[in-house]
């Protein structure tokens, strides 16, 4: 089983940062892909940005430029540096890890943190 710490969410002015932090517990499973995604109230569940084991990496286009995903694999470790943010921004940020077990992909989510932008 993989378990998900997620960590690093607030409040923040527009045009601060943040950084996200999610630490995936796991001694048995190898994670494929690791992400972010955020859901702002009302509305659905979006990707935020993705990254492979071998560092491949995905945005939506919404945070191009302004986020950046990166991860330790030694740590299970996935991060999302937000910069520039604005209060379209404001979401519940959400972890994922992707692994295999029994042949069969599998994602996983972490229960989410609060991210608000406003003045």
């Known amino acids: 089983q993989v378990q998900l710490v997620e960590s690093g969410g607030g409040l923040v002015q527009p045009g601060g940062s943040l950084r996200l932090s999610c630490a995936a517990s796991?001694?048995?499973?190898?994670?494929?892909?690791m992400g972010w995604c955020r859901q702002a109230p009302g509305k659905q569940r979006e990707l935020v940005a993705r990254?492979?084991?071998?560092?491949?990496?995905i945005y939506t286009d919404l945070v191009k430029g302004r986020f950046s995903i990166s991860r330790d694999n030694a740590k299970n470790t996935v991060y999302l540096q937000m910069s520039s943010l604005t209060p379209e921004d404001t979401a519940v940020y959400y972890c994922?890890?992707?692994?295999?077990?029994?042949?069969?992909?599998?994602?996983?989510w972490g229960q989410g943190t609060q991210v608000t932008v406003s003045s």
């Open positions: 994922a890890a992707e692994y295999v077990r029994a042949g069969v992909a599998r994602t996983t």
């Open positions: 990254i492979t084991s071998s560092g491949f990496t």
């Open positions: 796991t001694s048995t499973f190898s994670l494929t892909g």
